[in-house]
């Protein structure tokens, strides 16, 4: 089962004493904190105790669950490529020699267990607290303190894998051909995300690009682009802050008629009716 998440950044918190969800992977990023209890992580067929202090990095191609024996409060730290590019402006310099999607992929993070030290065991502890306290208030993915927020947190996963023999988070193995990071890189091209390109880029014959997309994840390819452009542009609408021109213009749409057209027929609305039901 692939989970999916088409918001740039989500805060999932709950305490459970039966993990609710079977095995599984995703189309996104999460980072997961443990607030208190114990059990075991599954991990890409490796098991790995944890306990309250804990943080794992999960990247769309780890399949995990936890075997709760001590009733758990998690916090999950959920985004997509998108949230940092949307963010990009926001990013020191610092991130270009590893980015955070490049130490989310670092393997090494699958097979040791991040151990953090004092003061940084309480720094990350606040830092979560913050920004799930922010997510009671107002929306995190738009938020620039939550944006530095969480950069403080890759700023503290870069001091604790110091403490690692001979690792260099820098130099971590990065899988280019990811191909959910590539269409969410390229949703606002649509050349670039359309079969006979992607399937090329990809090297994956044009013919059998669908069946190969649909076996790995579990949707249609033309439905998970359109569900994702369509829930970019509810977003873009329910905010305000962007004429029907501009939305259309960053996405590639041909002009204003053409987006309406295509938002009517995938949503049997109008934009502007949908924009009345949710304000």
């Known amino acids: 089962m692939k989970r999916r998440q088409f918001e740039p950044l989500e805060i999932d918190t709950f305490e ?18 443990i607030f208190k209890g114990s059990g075991n992580h599954h991990i890409n067929q490796m098991i790995i105790p944890y306990k309250a202090g804990d943080l794992y990095l999960i990247s769309p191609e780890d399949e995990h669950f936890f075997d709760i024996k001590k009733s758990t409060k998690f916090c999950f730290i959920k985004f997509n490529d998108a949230y940092f590019q949307t963010h990009k402006h926001l990013s020191p310099d610092l991130i270009s020699t590893a980015s955070p999607i490049d130490i989310m992929r670092n393997s090494v993070f699958k ?124 977003r873009r609408i329910q905010s305000g802050q962007m004429t029907m021109k501009q939305i259309a213009f960053e996405f590639g749409f041909s002009d204003e008629s053409h987006l309406t057209n295509y938002f009517k027929k995938h949503k049997n609305m109008n934009p502007s009716h949908f924009k009345l039901q949710n304000f």
């Open 111 to 234: 097979e040791e267990k991040l151990i953090f030290d004092e003061p940084c065991k309480s720094i990350l502890k606040k830092t979560v607290e913050n920004i799930m306290e922010y997510n009671d208030f107002q929306k995190v993915s738009d938020s620039p303190i939550v944006f530095y927020q969480i950069l403080s947190l890759f700023g503290l996963i870069r001091e604790a894998s110091a403490k690692f023999l001979n690792i260099n988070i820098d130099n971590g193995a990065i899988k280019k051909d990811d191909l959910i990071s590539y269409i969410h890189k390229n949703i606002y091209s649509p050349e670039f995300i359309r079969i006979h390109h992607i399937s090329k880029h990809f090297n994956i014959s044009e013919t059998y690009f669908g069946a190969y997309f649909k076996r790995n994840f579990e949707v249609a390819y033309l439905k998970y682009i359109n569900d994702y452009k369509l829930k970019l542009i509810e």
């Open 16 to 33: 459970a004493s039966v993990y609710p969800f079977p095995k599984h992977s995703h189309t996104y990023y999460e980072l997961i904190y």
